[in-house]
């Protein structure tokens, strides 16, 4: 049978996840694993999952496990709209962020739409938008918020002058994906000011906001503005990421096109996990277990800045995240991290190549390096490897700086 | 913010569920529900699945709640292979069948591509193939063989000469929504013929298949050519719709862009849930729930069949289904189950109005009814006030056959 013949022309633009594809190739536990955004086995409330499934069954009943609302049962969407001070009919449940981003990815995106993105961006959201079509624009960031909206406002006059809609940017403004970095109050400003302007959305991905390890919580774009935002949150990285559940917080016209879409998704989110969450919540589990998380993430975190430090050859550069999962190498120019991986995959120590979180193919000589996954010795032996292989790379390449080293 | 201007082409084309409407509208346990196509709340294991939810958490720890494989977690994946008898490779885990059926729809079809299928067919489907702008082409049912195969010919033909290809055929062949009935297997056969002459696939949507209450079972459309078939598999009314999980079943190349695509939609499907339901599997629960709610359900709708004969007034006609969930319910001509169901609902009884299950928007004078959900002392007092609604309105309406009544 032909089935070449039967695919959808979306198809032709569907991209493989090279981190999933990793996933495929080894066993996570028999490397040293800078690749996934995985979360460690140690953050998990194993004890406090079970309970809460033995109680929610007990209280419940048959309701824990029957189908339930498109919206989310009433008592998660409750939860989350005490916890995060938003009205109940602005609170949608998801089967997962990534469901998030993909559904108002659907609902918003024609083939050659524009959506906007930092560059570079979560690869995730770059498969989600590719898969409809989207005609992605990666800007640049710059620290100088004049350059900053200076690069904004270019990029979607080029998109204007090219006759292509821009239909919204997306942002992960709290410790990025891949980059570790967070964008400061006045750039968040801007951006609201430029979608206000130019009339589109901005959708905040936010899986990690929860999880900053020092400095202060800078306001959520959201709460810039909560008509121009659609503000996405996710209980993996805070709860467990094998429950599967996310939200969408933002105006009621939009989540009614999303709530309508998601019927036909899967008509509603894991109805007893919907339940342990919502158990996690009001019971204060779920606040106790992000403070632990914290505790041991910003080891890992800070622990990794010193090891880089100790171990990476000079001409590499990272960045110093205040939160979340991941910071950012930056090899000499000239590095190749996709052609690299097989030989570190292959010395058994994994990343995931930096040029894939970026739109337009750029950051060969990048890595996006995970450091909640392994505890510190893990990381220590795993970097000193993969220092070792950059600076052999870095050698054979002739491009070591620090020929004495 | 002008968000009409920021929708998709597609959200033109999105339905909502008169279903989940209803769900929206009126608190299940107040009125007489023959709405939905929820299992009985006394057909969960409640014991079974705490024990399941502990025993995996207390063998898997960690493993339980971290990501896992977009294939599903190969436990699973090894227990569906050895229930269904079909290899590894053919086996993919989806977040819902409903999911299934979503991404089959969106790896297959571009807007104005032809869905076949027969007429009435499932609201949930129709609503998916909507959602992507299909072109749908719903085949009234024939018992005569000759009669069924020209049917669909015609169908074809009529695409074909409309310059449209057909993508696939979806099919519920038993005990189907909403009429209850089961396709012969030389109507299966046909089918195989049809998908294999024309080059398209079939989507064999098969939720109800294991709950056959007499009679002996009719190979899957599946059994007869696995290479052109999509097989739809799911845990909702065997084991518990508030789980999300269902399978599907088919070639590796066909599987593989539903793979890829399924990155982007949600990563993996929910993972304890998954151990829980390879848990209720392999222990032999699953088998013994099975039982259980076929002891269940055959009552009901052995029941509900003596009822409807007690109750409805002369002209309605039902069929009898050997399985599954539903039956479908025929008012004579100039009835309008849509318009009837105001009345219906402000008296306190629930159906979906059969119209909704027609492509082309026929069978107004029809309606489809749940026999799973209610016991048999409340089908009993919700027929008795339907039928007594339904004899009111023939008389309003003039077309009571049976004026002596």
Redesign the interface.
Known sequence: ???D???????AS????PV?EI??RVDLSKIYSFA?G??S??A?D?EG??QS??QV??RY??????????QGIPELRQALSERYGVPLERVQVT??S??G??VCT?????PG?VVLTSNPSYL?AL??FR??RAHIVGVPHSNDDGEFRARYEQAIDQCKRQGR?V??LYMIPDFQNPSGETLPLSQRRLLVELA?EH???IVEDSPYRELRYRGHDVPTIYSLDP??VLHLGSF?KIL?????LGWILG?P??LD?IY??K???????????QYIATQFVTSGRLDANIEKIKGLYSRRCQGMQELLARYMPQGVTWTRPDGGLFLFLTMPQGFDAVKFYDRALDNGVAYVAGSFFHPDGSGLNTMRLNFSFMDLERIDKGLQLLARLIGEELDALGLRCDAGQ
């Open positions: 049978m032909d089935y013949s039967l695919f959808s022309a979306d198809t569907f991209m493989r996840s999933r996933f495929k996934g995985y979360p086995p140690d998990f194993l999952v079970k499934a033995l069954i007990d009943g048959s309701k824990a496990l029957q189908y339930n609302a498109t089967t997962s990534q469901q981003i993909d659907r609902v918003m995106v024609d739409d995730g498969q989600s898969s409809y809609k239909k919204f206000r009339g589109f959305v008509d121009c993996s467990a990421p094998g429950l599967r105006n016209q939009l096109q309508v879409c019927q036909s998704l899967d008509l509603c989110a894991p109805v007893l996990d």
